[in-house]
């Protein structure tokens, strides 16, 4: 605190602080904890949607989830999804943030043009996409016709296995930008001196981006695969729009599940259930990622 | 930044909060699925119309899709805040009278003419003794076939499924201009037009969802007949299926890329807008009949209708707005939007020269439909719920949780055995019956 | 860095574009096809006979500026919102440490953890008892459950990087410490403000499922909502799909394309280091 506090400036200082925090802390509470707590509250109900009290029910709601394949299999969907999209988003986003890094003619339209999927909205890009891949009419299969590489038109959603990997392809697409552009942001400010020692020593390229840039960026990464893997495990629409789950919920996520349950069955019991579920999920990775995370970033 | 970045923002909630301003007391609000642009076209009309004998009357119309309109109107009820009117789909009635959110409107019917009805479609939007719909159009699910090239290849409109197997078959892999024929395309995805196709073939072969008694019925000899079926089926489509629902069956067979679908009678419209030339090519019978004994000829009734939810604001301004929109040339503006596929609730209606003499109703793919529909639609139409001849509100879950489309999804794509793939459906649906 | 550009720079990063733009190219030509041409098999790469028919229906059968102001609307007040209540709250969080910073951010990330469809539903319910259900206002408080956390922990590391030594300097000069939060430090960390701005309004723009959930009237439909109509219409147009999806992109990709430096810099500077 600033040098010199009698009591009196110390309590001003005080007052201020918690004057900046209040109207952020009554907005979370109102907007966040509060509806979280009504959920728990909902989800230990039997309860329609159009019913304004529902019957107390304990655990039972939890109790079908545990015991039903389908939840289950919704979790390890929403694993495979998530993991997936990760994986690639990681992969391509660095390596597009190291082609970026470089210096030539063009380069910042080329960043802007990279970040654009990001920037579309999810429901357009699934509209796009959905086109794109038609059986019939679709320009991925005529184009890979035309080329003779396939006979016949490849149902992209034709099986559990596809249908799971056109969905992180197209999911990929989308939010690829944003591992790239933090990554971009933290390679700018890799000193150079690291680099020019490096090829003084006869370090090649490889050798380089192992020992130079991948520790440098590593903190980075681990905040971006921590947002992600939250944003990635709750991800609603693009599932939604494209597949609504299927085929036979084999791109069925728990958001979808819980969706379902409220809106389509109307038990929000179930529903909030489903989501009370995937919040303790959640807070188990976090967990996990928050430990490691503090370890590594030591002061800052 | 921080010199327009105020003003901006204030101007901005400013403009919110004007936008949210509450609407005059007198506003009618319609919910409705019907977003087709000729539609709200029609009900511009009608409204101006209306507001011609009711000068301070408002109406505003809101259209949704499908999917979310039945979660709209349970939730805006929840709310204590339900529009004037809604749209109801043929679960709505039951469903939604059963929970108690809708008020009768016995008197509306009786008004417009009860006995002009025709009594199937009226059927669908009674229940527990009451009307709770008015019907503003029939729908009915068809199959639709390429007359072209039945002729060229010398074959019948089928009436049993080994007919329409051999038929499909035969047609399935020949060319022309636009590359390769798929045999027949079918609804296949996660959405309501799967389960209105599986419960076609159920029919057909005599099955249902649930029995007379309530009892679930999906496993039923009959039933597992009519999957094994539409398997042999699947293997005639256009490879994409597990995409396919009323977008991809609709354009797979308008722009004359498969030679039958099953589909209702909006693809009039579809093949007079983006493919006209195929317009005199087509042919049009209800589903064929299975093998079983109590295989029977039953087309899937969609009664589009108009409630009204308790709680509503302006009951009998919204009635009286009823009536006006259901009769007269309203009525004929408001078929025609859709034209066949809204096919009037009412017989004096559907014999009138207004309704008739129409451009599109007057072409040759229209008059085939509307022959089909008079002659063996209409007389075998089933609503959804009405499968066994009284409602069964229970089988509304079956089909909102896809249980019938998850199934098929296995069976065509998944490579279940058949037994495996009904033994999950009919677990999981018991669970949600329980 | 330090070497100059290669041919395969070149090569890498036009391939990269290719594959990654086509989908709009690819948008952008199917909205400027006929009726017939869009279903053409197989499908022409450019349009045959360009025609805007697409977009005058567009303008003409739906209620596509409706959507449009809506949007605007609701992601501008969703960014003012969220930048006015966070600038102040994170800040503190990085000046006081009796608010146990490292426990809040903690809890900000934490957050995040509930997603819009957990919250969706009580939202729902408490909002319909407020009368906010179906209303831009409504949507705005809805958008703020991820704004708000988002902006809290995007802006903390941009503050942590204003100097501490230009707060004591001015504090010397008598500022106080409100008039320094505003004439000193926010202007410092305005990099920062621009791109939690732009990342909040982006969100905002593509929000569906709030939306979804809330909104239900043609006037107050927002673009997301309003447009996933065509995805499920019974009249199914892809014209109208493609030329939609145009008129929303194009306004936000050249936004982007303005401010973009800042986006890389704020980064760059703060957030994640």
Known sequence: MASGTSGDLERRERLFA??????????????????????????????????????????????????????????????????????????????????????????????????????????????????????LYGILNAGLMGMGWIAEPIAWFGNAFM???????????????????????????????????????????????????????SGTLALVLLVRTLWM????????????????????????????????LYDVGRGAAVGMLLCFALILVFAVYYRSLVRNRGQA | MRGFRRPLAALAFAAAMGAIAPAAAQTLQILSAEGDPASVKAMEYVVSEFKKTHPGVNVEYQTITWTEIGQKIVSSSAAGNPPDIVHLDDFASSVLSGQGLLQPLDDVIDRIGRNDYFPIPLKAVIFNGHVWGVPFANGFNLLWYRKDLYEAAGLKPPTTWDELLHNVQKLDGTTDAGGKMYGIALALNTQNHTNDTVQAFLWSNGASIL???????????????????????????????????????????????????????????QVLRV??????????????????????????????????????????????????????????????????????????????DAFNNDPVISTAIAKAAAKTIVEQALPHSVPQLAEVGVVQPGSFKVLQAHVLAKMMQKIVLGGYPVDTAVKEAVAEAKGLLE | ????????????????????????????????????????????????????????????????????????????????????????????????????????????LFIYMFPPILLGVPLFIIFARLGLTNSLFGLVLAHTTFALPFVIWMLRDFFLAVPREVEDAAMVDGCSRLRMLWSVVLPMARPGLIAAGIFTFILSWNDYIYALILIKSESTKTLSLGISTFLESTSIEPGLMMSSGVLITAPILVMFMFIQKYLVQGLGAGSVK
């Open chain 1, 18 to 135: 918690l004057a900046c925090v209040a109207p952020a802390v009554v907005l979370i509470a109102v907007l966040i904890v509060y509806p979280v707590i009504y959920t728990l509250w909902l989800s230990l109900h039997k309860q329609q949607l159009f019913e304004s009290a529902g019957r107390f029910i304990g655990l039972g709601n939890y109790a079908y989830f545990l015991r039903s394949a389908e939840f289950w299999r919704s979790l390890l969907n929403g694993v495979v999804f998530a993991g997936g999209s990760l994986a690639l988003q990681t992969v391509l986003g660095v390596a597009f943030a190291l082609l970026l890094n470089r210096p030539f003619f063009g380069r910042s339209i080329a960043r802007g043009a990279l970040m654009f999927p990001y920037l579309v909205p999810t429901v357009v890009a699934i509209l796009v996409f959905r086109w794109i891949l038609n059986d």
């Open chain 1, 163 to 217: 249908a799971m990997t056109t969905l992180i392809v197209i999911n990929t697409w989308m939010f690829y930008p944003f591992v790239m552009l933090t990554v971009l942001a933290r390679l700018q400010s890799i000193p150079a001196e690291l680099y020019e020692a490096a090829i003084i020593d006869g370090a090649g390229p490889m050798a380089r981006f192992w020992h130079i840039t991948l520790p440098q960026i």
């Open chain 1, 233 to 264: 495990f709750n991800k609603f629409d693009v599932v939604w729009l494209t597949t609504q789950g299927g085929p036979f919920g084999s791109t069925q996520t728990l958001p979808i599940l819980a969706y379902i349950h409220t809106f389509n």
């Open chain 2, 211 to 269: 029995d007379a008694t309530g009892k679930l019925a999906i496993d039923t000899p009959e039933a597992i007949a009519a999957y094994e079926f539409e398997k042999k089926l699947f293997k005639h489509a256009p490879p994409g299926a597990a995409q396919y629902g009323n977008l991809e069956v609709l354009n797979a067979f308008a722009t004359g890329r498969v030679a039958h679908s099953i589909y209702p009678a909006r693809m009039v419209g």
């Open chain 2, 275 to 352: 493919n006209p030339a195929l317009s005199d090519k087509v042919g049009v019978v209800v589903v064929p009949k299975g093998p079983s004994a109590k295989a029977r000829y039953a087309s899937t009734l969609f009664t589009k209708a108009w409630g009204i939810p308790k709680g509503a604001k302006n009951t009998e301004l919204a009635k009286e707005f009823l009536v006006f929109l259901e009769t007269g040339q309203r009525e004929i503006r408001w078929l025609h939007s859709v034209p066949v596929h809204f096919w009037p609730p009412r017989r004096s209606t559907a014999e009138s």
């Open chain 3, 1 to 108: 860095m330090k070497s100059g550009a290669r041919i395969s720079d070149y090569v890498l990063t036009g391939v990269a574009m290719l594959v990654i733009l086509f989908p709009l190219f690819w948008m952008v030509s199917v909205s400027l096809k006929s009726d017939a041409e869009q279903f053409a098999s197989p499908p022409t790469l450019l349009p045959i006979a360009p025609t805007l028919a697409s977009y005058v229906k567009l303008f003409e059968a739906t209620n596509f500026v409706t959507y449009t102001f809506n949007s605007f609307v609701v992601a501008i007040c969703t960014v003012a919102l969220a930048l006015a209540v966070a600038s102040p709250a994170s800040y503190a969080l990085t000046r006081f440490p009796f608010l146990a910073k490292p426990v809040f951010s903690a809890a900000v």
